[in-house]
């Protein structure tokens, strides 16, 4: 019962993760300012939803396997944001231009 509880704490606050991204992803108009609202929910939100996962599991095999997986995500979801970001920053002439006082707020 408290795994149950527990797991499902985590996949609420997965889901208010991933409507926050989808917020801030359709309110940003600068392309950078979306990329980031994406690439922090995207890793938050799926970490949540696999511990929640693993909670419900118990300690097997599977669980280690799904540790591995949230491990692999943290490390590679910031380094292909990032690498995205730079193709932006180099292709697009007006990169630095267009952000706007309203994109802070």
Known sequence: MIRLVIAS???L???FIFVSE?????KFSYVMNR??????????GIASVVIAVAVLMGLTMSTVKLILIVLFMFLTGPVVTHLLAQVEVQTNKNAGKEYTEEDRG
Request: no cysteine.
């Open 9 to 11: 704490l985590f996949l």
């Open 13 to 15: 606050f997965a889901v």
């Open 22 to 26: 989808v917020i801030g992803f359709f």
């Open 35 to 44: 990329m980031h609202a994406a690439g922090l929910g995207d890793t938050l």
